[in-house]
């Protein structure tokens, strides 16, 4: 998370009229301040290693994709967060950020099996697969979903004998 965040906020951010150096409102600067973290760190890490680094950002402006990998950020596990992931990946690749993806199966809650399936079914083609979540949720390894693993392992074999 590279954004100014305010928790307790009403907006889980800064204000949006607050004012930075220079004048600006907050509502100008927000992804803006993300932005150059963002590109502050993979330039730090390039420099450091001489090598291309994973980066992950959930705060982005134009010109990001050239830095790293952004989330849709903090999302919850059900059907209606689900339902909105695939238009928000669609247009974040349109606008030119192809390596993006979700949290895969909501970062709050605790999903049930069929939205747990239904979810890394999707998220099977998304360009970036993030299985996380909240450190206050029960555990989510596929395998622990019965017919979660069921499935994949019909698909596996299915397609490892084709």
Same mark, same amino acid.
């Given at each position: 998370?590279?954004?100014?965040?305010?928790?307790?906020?009403?907006?889980?951010?800064?204000?949006?009229?607050?004012?930075?150096?220079?004048?600006?409102?907050?509502? /100008?600067?927000?992804?803006?301040?993300?932005?150059?973290?963002?590109?502050?760190?993979?330039?730090?890490?390039?420099?450091? /290693?001489?090598?291309?680094?994973?980066?992950?950002?959930?705060?982005?402006?134009?010109?990001?994709?050239?830095?790293?990998?952004?989330?849709?950020? /903090?999302?919850?596990?059900?059907?209606?967060?689900l339902k909105a992931?695939?238009?928000?990946?669609?247009?974040?690749?349109?606008?030119?950020?192809?390596?993006?993806?979700? /949290?895969?199966?909501?970062?709050?809650?605790?999903?049930?099996?069929?939205?747990?399936?239904?979810?890394?079914?999707?998220?099977?083609?998304?360009?970036?697969?993030?299985?996380?979540?909240?450190?206050?949720?029960?555990?989510?390894?596929?395998?622990?979903?019965?017919?979660?693993?069921?499935?994949?392992?019909?698909?596996?074999?299915?397609?490892?004998?084709?």
């Amino acid at each position: 998370m590279n954004e100014p965040s305010v928790f307790n906020g009403p907006e889980i951010s800064m204000h949006k009229h607050n004012i930075h150096y220079g004048g600006w409102e907050h509502r /100008d600067v927000h992804n803006v301040y993300g932005f150059y973290q963002f590109l502050a760190t993979s330039q730090a890490l390039t420099a450091r /290693d001489n090598k291309r680094p994973f980066v992950l950002s959930r705060a982005f402006f134009a010109g990001s994709q050239r830095h790293g990998a952004i989330w849709t950020g /903090d999302n919850t596990a059900d059907f209606s967060h689900l339902k909105a992931s695939v238009p928000m990946l669609l247009s974040v690749g349109v606008a030119g950020l192809a390596f993006a993806g979700a /949290d895969v199966g909501g970062f709050f809650g605790n999903p049930n099996p069929e939205l747990f399936t239904r979810w890394y079914e999707l998220g099977a083609f998304q360009p970036f697969f993030r299985g996380h979540a909240h450190l206050d949720t029960r555990r989510r390894e596929p395998w622990l979903f019965v017919r979660f693993f069921f499935f994949f392992f019909l698909v596996f074999f299915f397609f490892w004998h084709i």
